[in-house]
């Protein structure tokens, strides 16, 4: 019988990095072909255990037929000193290449481009690096959907918000009342100041208070189109 393959996702991530790290960005990518996806991620790690000070580890996972589990394939810290948010280009055969950028202090951007090999990441070349990073669309100004918790309920104007590919929508709360936790689509890619999708269709992003089960949650419909 085949065994699908465990779920892995930001909470898994951070389930294998220090107490006090977090998620700056994080995307699912076809790396070897193969499937299941591999997830890469960016996050926040203590400089050192205890430490309140962080540093950010640039990460691939694969999943581990043999082993059915997912394993770390790659670590590095992320180019620049400020970085932005990890992406992925098509490189294709049904294939991707993951793309980490930042911001050096002067301004430049600096690029490192990974991929499989061996169960391994392995970065490209500089040149090469950039020039996969360079195909890649420019990005479209974010929108913003804003929501209230009234009664432990949640209210909004509308409850679809339509983008473009490679959009990032903002998931923000305004007007007071209790925390709610955002769960967004699996399918969506983490952004550091969103969520936003790489392939046009419907996802969901549900928004939970502390009065309804999680199955009962607000739904968030993204409608995500081509590109213009």
Same mark, same amino acid.
């Given at each position: 019988? /085949?065994?699908?393959?465990?779920?892995?996702?930001?909470?898994?991530?951070?389930? /294998?990095?220090?107490? $006090?790290?977090?998620?700056?960005?994080?995307?699912?990518?076809?790396?070897?072909?193969?499937? @299941?996806?591999?997830?890469?991620?960016?996050?926040? +790690?203590?400089?050192? #255990?205890?430490?309140? %000070?962080?540093?950010?580890?640039?990460?691939? =996972?694969?999943?581990?037929?043999? &082993?059915?589990?997912?394993?770390?394939?790659?670590?590095?810290? #992320?180019?620049?000193?400020?970085? =932005?948010?990890?992406?992925?280009?098509?490189?294709?055969? $049904?294939?991707?290449?993951?793309? =980490?950028?930042?911001?050096?202090?002067?301004?430049? &951007?600096?690029?490192?481009?990974?991929?499989?090999?061996? $169960?391994?990441?392995?970065?490209?070349?500089?040149? !090469?690096?950039?020039?996969?990073?360079?195909?890649?669309?420019?990005?479209?100004?974010?929108?913003?959907? /804003?929501?209230?918790?009234?009664?432990?309920?949640?209210?909004?104007?509308?409850?679809? +918000?339509?983008?473009?590919?490679?959009?990032?929508?903002?998931?923000?709360?305004?007007?007071?009342?209790?925390?709610?936790?955002?769960?967004?689509?699996? &399918?969506?890619?983490?952004? !550091?100041?969103?969520?936003?999708?790489?392939?046009?269709?419907?996802? /969901?992003? &549900?928004?939970?208070?502390?009065?309804?089960?999680? %199955?009962?949650?607000?739904?968030?419909?993204?409608? +995500?189109?081509?590109? @213009?």
């Amino acid at each position: 019988m /085949r065994q699908d393959p465990p779920a892995f996702g930001a909470g898994q991530v951070l389930a /294998r990095l220090p107490g $006090g790290s977090s998620i700056h960005s994080l995307l699912r990518a076809e790396l070897d072909g193969r499937g @299941p996806s591999e997830v890469a991620a960016v996050a926040r +790690v203590p400089a050192f #255990p205890g430490a309140r %000070e962080t540093v950010y580890a640039a990460m691939i =996972f694969r999943y581990d037929r043999l &082993r059915r589990a997912y394993v770390e394939a790659y670590r590095a810290p #992320p180019p620049g000193r400020v970085p =932005f948010s990890v992406d992925a280009a098509a490189a294709g055969r $049904g294939r991707d290449v993951v793309i =980490f950028s930042g911001l050096h202090d002067d301004g430049t &951007r600096a690029v490192h481009a990974v991929t499989l090999a061996g $169960g391994k990441g392995r970065a490209l070349p500089e040149a !090469e690096a950039r020039a996969v990073a360079g195909g890649l669309p420019p990005s479209l100004p974010a929108v913003t959907w /804003r929501f209230a918790v009234r009664n432990g309920v949640v209210v909004a104007r509308t409850p679809v +918000v339509r983008v473009r590919v490679r959009q990032t929508v903002r998931v923000q709360s305004s007007g007071g009342g209790a925390t709610a936790i955002i769960l967004p689509d699996p &399918r969506l890619d983490i952004t !550091e100041s969103g969520f936003r999708a790489r392939t046009p269709g419907s996802y /969901r992003i &549900r928004v939970v208070t502390g009065l309804l089960p999680v %199955e009962e949650a607000y739904r968030l419909t993204v409608v +995500v189109e081509p590109p @213009p």
